[in-house]
Nanobody, 124 residues
């Protein structure tokens, strides 16, 4: 059982950046690819990015220019940096871990474990 805990969210201003962290425990971190998703009020969950190795990343088209995903295997932590925040970035952000996948990027049903999510609110 892998436990994922997000941190780093909160209230931001338009144009700010946010760096979210996802600390994993209870498993072998390097066995998993780590993904980030978000869900805004009244909207469906949206994929942002996923990382397997530093050279194996994938970004949603809508987010690639403003987002950077990374991981520190020594610290069992994944990160998501989003710059130039907009009010439309207001959402609960989730990290998730996947060990095996049917295709790349892994479709959401492939993910094995999810964090509880963390709120990011962008105020204008």
């Amino acid at each position: 059982q892998v436990r994922l805990e997000e941190s780093g969210g909160g209230l931001k201003q338009v144009g700010d950046s946010v760096r979210l962290s996802c600390l994993a425990s209870g498993g072998t971190f390097t066995d998993y690819a780590l993904g980030w998703f978000r869900q805004a009020p009244g909207k469906e969950r949206e994929f942002i990015a996923v990382i397997w190795t530093p050279g194996s990343t994938y970004y949603a088209t809508s987010m690639w220019s403003r987002s950077t995903i990374s991981r520190d295997n020594d610290k069992n932590t994944a990160f998501l940096h989003v710059k130039n925040l907009e009010p439309e970035d207001t959402a609960v952000y989730y990290c998730a871990a996947v060990r095996t996948w049917s295709s790349w990027p892994p479709p959401p049903p492939n993910y094995d474990f999810w964090g509880q999510g963390i709120q990011v609110t962008v105020s204008s």
